[in-house]
């Protein structure tokens, strides 16, 4: 038996579900597939806490290849944790963009967290590139991406295989 299917979502735990909303869509570019109230069930049982309510909302990444699955947890009681990228089990999710200065001059003044600004990747597989790392509203890392002529990932940003 092995897993061969597709990554179909990645899912983060929010404070505020239409705050987180707002950023994903206005500062991301994300697009909201759909938002709905979930209580007990099956989500419960997945989730691990038996009496689970929460809300929740799908986004579709701007090129619409990933969902982004937001939660926040009414039952039970949502508990805050600092995100810092050397702990274990942080996470991050990266979005490629065409142009990073530019990307970063739209948004800078939007009261967002930058952990960096736009930095020139100048070694390894992805030199020409650049990147930041920014947070969303909870503290969620998030990265900007912008590939080297004639990566992967560059092939990738122009829908090439």
Same mark, same amino acid.
């Given at each position: 038996?092995?897993?061969?299917?597709?990554?179909?979502? $990645?899912?983060?735990?929010?404070? /505020? %579900?239409?705050?987180?909303?707002? &950023?994903?869509?206005? +500062?991301?570019?994300?697009?909201?597939?759909? #938002?709905?109230?979930?209580?007990?069930?099956?989500?419960?049982?997945?989730?691990?806490?038996?009496?689970?309510?929460?809300?929740?909302?799908?986004?579709?990444?701007?090129?619409?290849?990933?969902? +982004?699955?937001? &939660?926040?947890?009414?039952?039970? =009681?949502? #508990?805050? #944790? !600092?995100?810092?990228?050397?702990? @274990?089990?942080?996470?991050?999710?990266? &979005?490629?963009?065409? !142009?990073?200065?530019?990307?970063?001059?739209? @948004?800078?003044? =939007?009261? +967002? $967290?930058? @952990?960096?600004?736009?930095?020139?990747? !100048? #070694?390894?597989? /992805?030199?020409?590139?650049?990147?930041? *790392?920014?947070?969303?509203?909870?503290? +969620?890392?998030?990265? %900007? &991406?912008?590939?080297?002529?004639? $990566?992967?990932? *560059?092939?990738?940003?122009?829908?090439?295989?």
């Amino acid at each position: 038996m092995s897993i061969r299917g597709a990554v179909q979502h $990645t899912g983060y735990t929010v404070s /505020n %579900l239409e705050r987180s909303v707002d &950023f994903y869509v206005r +500062i991301l570019g994300c697009k909201v597939i759909m #938002t709905q109230e979930k209580s007990g069930g099956y989500l419960a049982a997945i989730v691990g806490y038996p009496n689970a309510t929460l809300k929740m909302a799908h986004l579709s990444d701007p090129a619409g290849h990933h969902v +982004i699955e937001l &939660f926040e947890y009414s039952v039970p =009681e949502m #508990t805050r #944790t !600092d995100l810092e990228p050397r702990l @274990i089990g942080n996470a991050h999710l990266c &979005f490629l963009v065409s !142009d990073l200065n530019a990307v970063y001059d739209a @948004i800078k003044d =939007e009261g +967002i $967290t930058f @952990i960096s600004g736009p930095v020139d990747v !100048d #070694t390894g597989a /992805n030199a020409g590139g650049a990147a930041l *790392y920014l947070k969303d509203p909870d503290g +969620i890392i998030m990265e %900007l &991406f912008q590939p080297g002529p004639g $990566t992967d990932s *560059y092939k990738l940003l122009l829908g090439e295989k």
